[in-house]
Structures are given as C-alpha cells and as structure tokens.
C-alpha cells in the first residue's frame, strides 16, 4: 500500500514538473492568446447586447462570433502546445504513410503531420461546441449574454433585450439553425470539390457556431416549456411522492457532521452527478479533446466503440448506398464527425493506465480548487464595493483568474497526452510504415 501511494506521488509529480515546464515554455503564448480571445467574447456579448432586439439577427450573429472567437483561442492554446512534445513532423513524402488503428496503437497521420493552424482550428472547433453543448457550456455563454443585456438595457427593458428564451422567439432561431445548416454543408462542398481556402474555412467556422448555438437555444427554449408543462401533471406530483416515500424509510438519525440521514441522503442522489462529472467527467473530455486538437481525429464507430460495432459499421455502410441510407448519414453526421472523433480520443487517453489517470484528475481538480480561492482571494481583496464598481470589477477579476489558471490547465493537458503516448523523447518513423508505440506509460522512456 505505501509503495503504491509513493507510485502515485511519483506520477503526481512527473506531471506537475511536465505541466510546469510546458508553461515555462509556452505560458506567454497561451495568456497571449487567452486574453485575445477574452477580450474578443466579452467585446461581442456588448455589441450583441447593444443592438438589441431591434437588429436581433445581427446580435446573434455577433453573439456567436464571441463564442467561436473564444473556442479558437482555446484552440490555438492548446495547438501551441504540440511543438513541446517532441512529437516528429512529417514531409510531403511521409504525408499518408502511417496506417493508423485508432487505440490498437498506431499514431494516425494527422498526429505526426505538421498542420496549419486554420486547418486544426476548422476541424476542432466542431468536436469543441459539441461538448460545449453536452456539458452545459453553452447554457452559461447564455447566461453571460443576459448579463451583459441587464448592464446595457437593465431590468426594466428586458423585452428590448437581444436574446429572450421566450417561445415567440423560436422562429428566429428556427431561422438562423436551418440558415447555419446550409452554408455549413455548402463550404463543406465547396472544399470537398476544391483545395483548401481559407475564406471558406473562417466561413464554416461561423457557420458551425451560428449551427450549433441557435440548435442549442431551440433545444433549451423547448425544454424549459416541457418541464413546465410536466410540472403541472399529475405525473410529476406523484414521483415527488413517491420520493419522499422512499426518504421516509430512513431511519431520522443526524450526522455527526451535522445534517440528518435523510438530508445526506437527498444531497448524494441530487448532488453527487453533478459532483462527480464535474471531477472526473470533465477533465477526461478536456484531455479527449486535446488529443482531437493534436491530431487524433481518425474515429470509425469501430473503434471507438469496439470490435462489437464492426458489424454494425458493415450493414450501416451498406445501407448508406440507399436513399433512406443516405438521409440516415445526414441525421448522424454530427455524431460521427464530432462526437466519435472525442470518444476514440478518450478512449486513447485512458489507456494511460489509473495511476496516470488519477493523478491527472488530482491535479485538475486542484486547479478547480485553485480558481475559486484566487476568486474569493481578489474579491477580499477589493473590499466592499458599489453595485455599479462592482459589475466593472468583476471582468477584470475573471480575466486575471481564469488567465492563469486557463493557461495552467493547457499545459497540465499537454502533459498527460504526451505521458499516455510516451512522447516525452522523439518517436522514429520510417517511411511508409505505420509508427507502433505501447500507450502504457510504465514504457515511457
């Protein structure tokens, strides 16, 4: 048990001094792009707020401007990453070479080619605002944008405001889904027909958010309307019964940390989810998409949902050659161009093996720690302030914090992929075969 917990130490420690020396190396660069792509966000939640309903088209569109603004950023930091990781670049001639086998452990050509930022940034942001979209990240970019509608406009002129979850309001975004949708497919037509533009890349990159935001507010404006309706069926009445009845059969004995049984209780199945996809989901996804960001975009359902889904894949493709099949690939493609791309690279991070992992997880959750106590930290040390000061104060406080803590992150992601891929040296690769490295970190050199 005491070697085991020195093991985790020692892996807790390699990578805080890999983190610390990829941001010895690169924080400049990441804050740099940080603060750009901060200053670009909360410029647009401004301008969006300030055209109000009266231009809601164009405040939409500068909305999501602000919020693929900081997913490129994003983007770019943990690009800029990637040359620290001694990964080798290809040629033109290597271009191809490598046959990549997903989590069988060869390491796909986009992984060892030298990409343009443009390029990694139009083939990541998609997988980026699918997950911003799952894990609820999209819900608060909305809220930030009512915030900055109640600074320009206040309370009392909320119906003047450039975004409102009203139902009146779903054939506007209605609109701006379905006009996303097709110039999305067109730039992917237009690129698929001809080489690489990078007009047409910034075009779909708009096109993604403008997709992607205005599904999510439909979906969010829909769903608000349906817990409504479902609040006022008997239905919804009789499960909350049913669960204080089961609160009931706890015997009413209080903690010695305070509340009762039946409170504990209620606290972990309302409380613990949340917790524990906070402190283990999200960090895995973070580092999943890192490696989509590196180049580990090569997904198949067959892989990344085992050799099972072989089969599947097999009929799905033969189905795909009919016109049915074919609308059945248009309705699935979100989920097979974003979705299965960070699935395989999750699926490639975890075989890093549990103590990599674990430590990984301590250290992001500690960097969660550390962003609330430098937040508490600066709101003591600005004091009581006015309302007004206060809504001033705030945006710098968040920059100087999520800055820091932003940048930490990245490098900490930069670390982990580099120790589950055994990367820390340069990887040989040989001209026209596929370069094989065990993803066990217990053979990194």
């Not at 020692?10 to 890999?18: D, F, M, S, W």
Request: net charge neutral; with cysteine.
């Amino acid at each position: 048990m005491a070697a085991l917990g020195t093991e985790t130490l020692t892996e807790v420690a390699g990578l805080a001094a890999g983190t610390l020396r990829l941001l010895r190396r690169r924080g400049p660069v990441l804050v740099g792009w940080f603060c750009l792509g901060w200053a670009i966000h909360r410029a647009g939640l401004f301008v969006s707020a300030l055209l109000g309903v009266d231009h809601a088209v164009l405040a939409n569109l500068v909305f999501v401007l602000a919020v693929v603004a900081e997913l490129v950023a994003l983007v770019v930091m943990v690009h800029s990453v990637r040359p620290e990781l001694d990964v080798p670049e290809t040629s033109d001639d290597d271009a191809g070479a490598p046959t990549p086998v997903g989590p069988a452990g060869l390491l796909p050509p986009s992984l060892l080619a030298q990409e343009r930022t443009l390029d990694v940034v139009t083939l990541a942001v998609g997988p980026f605002l699918a997950v911003y979209a799952v894990w609820g990240f999209l819900d608060d970019e909305v809220s930030a944008l009512f915030q900055s509608n109640y600074v320009v406009q206040g309370l009392g002129g909320v119906q003047d405001w450039s975004i409102s979850l009203v139902p009146a309001r779903l054939p506007l975004y209605l609109g701006l889904a379905a006009g996303g949708w097709v110039l999305r497919a067109l730039v992917r037509l237009w690129l698929r027909r001809r080489q690489s533009s990078s007009v047409a890349g910034v075009v779909g990159l708009v096109a993604e958010g403008v997709w992607a935001l205005s599904v999510f507010v439909v979906l969010l404006v829909a769903a608000r309307a349906a817990r409504e309706w479902l609040q006022g069926r008997v239905v919804w009445a009789e499960l909350a019964a049913a669960g204080q009845a089961v609160l009931a059969w706890l015997p009413d004995l209080t903690l010695p940390f305070g509340p009762t049984l039946r409170e504990a209780a209620r606290a972990v199945v309302t409380e613990a989810p949340g917790v524990l996809l906070t402190v283990v989901g999200l960090p895995l996804m973070w580092l999943a998409l890192t490696a989509v960001v590196f180049g580990w975009r090569e997904a198949s359902a067959a892989d990344a949902l085992g050799a099972r889904a072989a089969g599947w894949v097999g009929r799905f493709s033969g189905v795909a050659r009919t016109p049915s099949g074919r609308v059945l690939l248009l309705a699935t493609d979100d989920l097979r161009t974003k979705y299965l791309p960070v699935l395989l690279a999750l699926r490639v991070v975890v075989r890093a093996g549990a103590r990599t992992i674990g430590a990984y997880l301590l250290l992001a959750t500690a960097l969660q720690a550390l962003d609330g106590l430098l937040q508490i930290g600066l709101t003591l040390l600005a004091g009581p302030q006015p309302v007004g000061r206060t809504l001033l104060l705030e945006p710098v406080e968040d920059l100087l914090v999520s800055a820091v803590v932003t940048a930490t992150s990245v490098a900490l992601y930069g670390a982990v992929f580099a120790r589950a891929l055994g990367v820390e040296r340069p990887l040989s690769l040989s001209k026209g075969l596929g370069v094989e490295r065990s993803l066990s970190p217990s053979n990194a050199p």
